[in-house]
């Protein structure tokens, strides 16, 4: 977008006609015999002024000094004897400061300093801060001292804070050198002569022909720009030249340079070591004499090949609608742009580009019509602390291998995006505050790279970030919170490493995962968002490991659609429903796996899910440890499922998946229950020391059992119920309370070499004593056996009643039997009119159902 291959042969051009516009310029000379002289100190100083307090030298013309009229000597005389005049005595030591002080502020720069010479008294009084700021103020304009405290560093200093004994006279020795310019200087001259006679001070009435004057005369110049709006320079900077506004107030508001053509101000090769400060830049074309297009290589600022200006605390303004108002291009362009206020532009704020590099530190982007900061074409910039926001585009758009670092920014209220990464640019952003976009945090498509790495990404209004087309990010160590909808969103193919940030308090899932993408998200902490914690759908893919993903609101991982991540070495707890929810064809491997503590179960399978779940620990839930329903499938082998609420394992509804060597114990109910025409196969596992049946068959269910372990069960092993069969075969069954297998009425299963032995019987061991047999299970175990119904005591499908308490209890009363099932005694729990005789004083019960309560389903609305 450069013009600099046109622009270099400028300052050629111009050169051949310096000397002659250099004539006209008409500095103001140092002052001569022409104007005469005011202060007798004035005739005796040397040809060459200095500021120091050191005796002025004798010179070959210096007059020779008229001897001093002798004392008259009287008897009454009281004066001492002096080398000296009366008067002078009277003048170094007896004439009141005060005096003096108002004498001296008619002096200017010069005479103070011989005044100082005088002796010490002199010096004292003429080193007078108040002086010196009167004269540093007349002649700079400036309200504080301004120091160059190194190199290409000017900065104002409050008196107070300065190290210096008199900082106003030691900031005016700094800039004496200086080259003024100020328009119409010529009227205040013959206004205030006084100002100017007598002092080696140039003025110009432009800073083209300050410049030039310079660029002939001087070595590293400077150049002070005085009040003012300059709009007919025409400056090409290629050589070394400091150029400072110079105003009282706001100096950068009261020193503007403004073009209508062509860049305001072009930096290029040759200005290695130049510096512009303190003025505002404006690019500010006649729409009405071209169309719109006719700017978009024109700008407020350009920086072109191989020169490194420093551009310090400017005000730059664009109003063209194309372009930009600062732009940076070529291989070499390395300005260091600080402190400066690039807003309100109708375009681009900034633009670096063609393999441009440099610093832009401390600056204030803002309100920009396009985006704040465009990195495009190789450039390779260094941005730090820079605040850019409200911008009616994206914050900063690198793009077409753009690259970049940047690091400390507050880049918020962007209309899209706050950064955002586009066709192979591969940029750096590190510990950046990225908030409140109007859209995303941070947008990385179409090839797009980056390393995002300690930055807080919160409150914006979309996806804290995006990740989208074959791109490739690296989201490491972010705080990724409070987002209006999710954490982090990868679709479109999308892929990248999302690594070690802090995921929460998002609105909707804190890492998605969709359309084939394939990123790899490890070792992130994910917890506490008003949704899931993962959600994979759409085919989306990926690598989970090693993350910490819990206190989510919904599941803590969903994967459906076609969706197949991998999920190794997770925990995934403390959730308020599912811990991992496959559902609608979701498929995926779920390996080494801590999932515990959900309010529901603590694995989901329904509606043709197959995941592979191998090798985890499920425990805690509330609901259960793993339920399959409505027609889901998987392999679920390996696992360590216990301490569940409910069934370690559920399958229910036409499910059919595999369990193969998992242990499946502790639980406080039983190990696995299959119920509502559940199928599965169910091989090679320990089933031990649950709270109820090791393995519950109801309801028209049909699994097949090989090859199990089921053992030191707190009911029966295998109970087999309502209508429901099933094949085992080569089982052990062994040890458990109330018996080995338990047929309900006019249940027949398929039985072939499996091995029942050793196990208690109790429930057969308490009717032939003549128990209750509430007595041995209470209201939380369901022992089978015959069960009765009494119709005198009006008893109803929801009660049953042991035989032992229809001998006792209910003699000679109207009873009927129903079945051998499962059941607990409603009598001996108190909850029938007549007492039971055999149970003693009644615990009252709470749950009369004759079978185990059902497993809640997740019942989510996708709101993704």
């Not at 051949?16 to 005469?36: K, Q, V, Y």
């Not at 100190?41 to 120091?52: E, H």
């Not at 103070?112 to 700021?133: M, P, S």
């Not at 696992?639 to 229910?652: P, S």
Request: net charge neutral.
């Amino acid at each position: 977008m450069s013009t600099s291959s046109t622009r270099r042969t400028r300052p050629g051009n111009r050169r051949s006609g310096r000397r002659m516009r250099r004539r006209s310029c008409s500095p103001i000379p140092a002052a001569t015999g022409s104007f005469g002289h005011r202060y007798d100190l004035r005739r005796k100083r040397s040809t060459s002024p200095c500021y120091g307090d050191a005796a002025v030298p004798s010179t070959s013309g210096a007059s020779t000094p008229i001897p001093a009229k002798r004392s008259r000597i009287t008897k009454s005389s009281s004066l001492p004897q002096l080398k000296g005049s009366a008067g002078a005595y009277y003048l170094q030591h007896e004439l009141p400061d005060e005096v003096l002080l108002k004498i001296f502020s008619y002096l200017l720069e010069f005479d103070l300093c011989y005044a100082a010479q005088v002796c010490k008294r002199f010096n004292v009084i003429a080193n007078d801060t108040e002086l010196w700021k009167t004269l540093f103020h007349n002649v700079y304009e400036y309200d504080l001292p301004l120091f160059n405290s190194e190199p290409k560093v000017f900065e104002f200093t409050q008196p107070s804070d300065c190290e210096q004994e008199n900082p106003w006279k030691d900031s005016f020795k700094l800039l004496y050198r200086a080259l003024h310019v100020k328009p119409n200087y010529h009227e205040e001259y013959e206004n205030h002569p006084e100002r100017y006679r007598g002092r080696n001070i140039l003025y110009f009435d432009t800073i083209d022909a300050a410049y030039n004057y310079a660029e002939e005369e001087e070595e590293n110049p400077l150049i002070l720009i005085h009040s003012g709006t300059y709009q007919r320079e025409f400056l090409v900077i290629d050589s070394n030249v400091t150029l400072l506004g110079a105003a009282s107030g706001n100096v950068s508001d009261r020193v503007t340079i403004e073009r209508q053509s062509e860049s305001t101000i072009t930096f290029c090769e040759g200005a290695k070591e130049s510096y512009l400060g303190y003025v505002t830049l404006k690019f500010s074309p006649d729409s009405n004499n071209a169309s719109p297009g006719a700017h978009h290589k024109h700008y407020a600022l350009e920086i072109t090949e191989h020169c490194s200006p420093t551009i310090d605390h400017c005000v730059i303004r664009s109003s063209s609608v194309v372009g930009a108002a600062v732009c940076v291009l070529g291989a070499g362009a390395e300005p260091h742009i600080r402190h400066c206020d690039i807003s309100d532009c109708e375009n681009v704020g900034l633009y670096i580009t063609d393999y441009a590099q440099g610093m832009y530190e401390d600056n204030e982007i803002s309100r920009n019509a396009l985006a704040g900061v465009w990195v495009k074409n190789h450039a390779n910039p260094i941005m730090r602390r820079n605040h850019i926001h409200h911008g009616r585009d994206v914050g900063i758009f690198t793009f077409d291998r753009g690259m970049g670092y940047f690091e400390a920014n507050d880049i918020h209220n962007n209309r899209i995006a706050g950064f955002e990464v586009k066709a192979g640019a591969n940029p750096t952003v590190i510990k950046c505050d990225i908030h409140h976009g109007q859209t995303g945090g941070i947008y990385v498509h179409e090839n797009g790279r980056g390393q995002f790495l300690d930055n807080k990404i919160h409150s914006n209004n979309f996806a804290g970030v995006w990740v989208t087309s074959n791109s490739d990010p690296t989201i490491r160590k972010n705080e990724i919170y409070d987002g209006h909808q999710g954490g982090v969103y990868i679709f479109g193919e999308g892929r990248g490493l999302i690594e070690y940030n802090n995921i929460y308090g998002n609105a909707l899932a804190g890492i998605q995962i969709r359309t084939n993408s394939n990123p790899i998200v490890r070792h992130n902490k994910i917890h506490h968002g008003q949704h899931g914690g993962i959600y994979v759908h759409e085919k989306g893919q990926g690598l989970i490991e090693e993350n910490e993903v819990y206190a989510n609101t919904l599941a803590g991982v969903w994967i459906t659609t076609g969706s197949t991540p991998i999920l190794r070495r997770n925990r995934i707890h403390s959730g308020k429903q599912v811990g991992v929810y496959f559902y609608d064809n979701g498929h995926g491997t779920l390996e080494d796996n801590d999932i515990f503590n959900h309010l529901y179960s603590g694995v989901q399978i329904r509606t043709g899910s197959n995941p592979l779940i191998k090798c985890n620990k499920i425990w805690g839930g509330q609901n259960g440890g793993i339920l399959v329903y409505n027609g889901g499938l998987g392999i679920i082998e390996y696992n360590e499922i216990f301490d569940n609420a409910m069934a370690g394992v559920w399958i229910k509804t036409d499910s059919n998946p595999v369990l193969r060597c998992n242990k499946i114990h502790d639980g406080r109910d039983g190990g696995i229950c299959i119920f509502n025409g559940g199928r599965g196969v169910l091989e090679e596992n320990d089933i031990f020391r649950n709270a109820q049946a090791g393995v519950l068959i109801s309801n028209q269910s049909n699994p097949t059992l090989r090859r199990n372990r089921i053992f030191d069960g707190q009911a029966a092993g295998v109970e087999i119920t309502n209508n429901a069969t099933a094949t085992l075969e080569g089982n052990k069954i062994f040890n458990n309370k109330f018996g080995g297998l338990c047929l309900a009425s006019g249940v027949l299963p398929v039985l072939k070499d499996n091995r029942i032995f050793s196990n208690q019987n109790m429930v057969d061991k308490a009717v032939s004593s003549g128990q209750c047999l509430y007595k041995i299970s209470s209201y939380t175990s369901f022992p089978m056996h015959d069960f009765y119904r009494c119709r005198t005591c009006n008893t109803t499908d929801r009660n049953a009643i042991c035989v032992n308490c229809i001998k006792t209890c209910h003699a000679g009363h109207q009873v009927e039997f129903i079945r051998h099932d499962r059941f607990f005694c409603d009598c001996g729990a108190g909850t029938l009119k007549c007492q039971c005789q055999l149970q003693g004083e009644p615990q009252q019960d709470t749950d009369t159902l004759y079978d185990s309560a059902a497993p809640m389903e997740s019942n989510t609305l996708l709101v993704n």
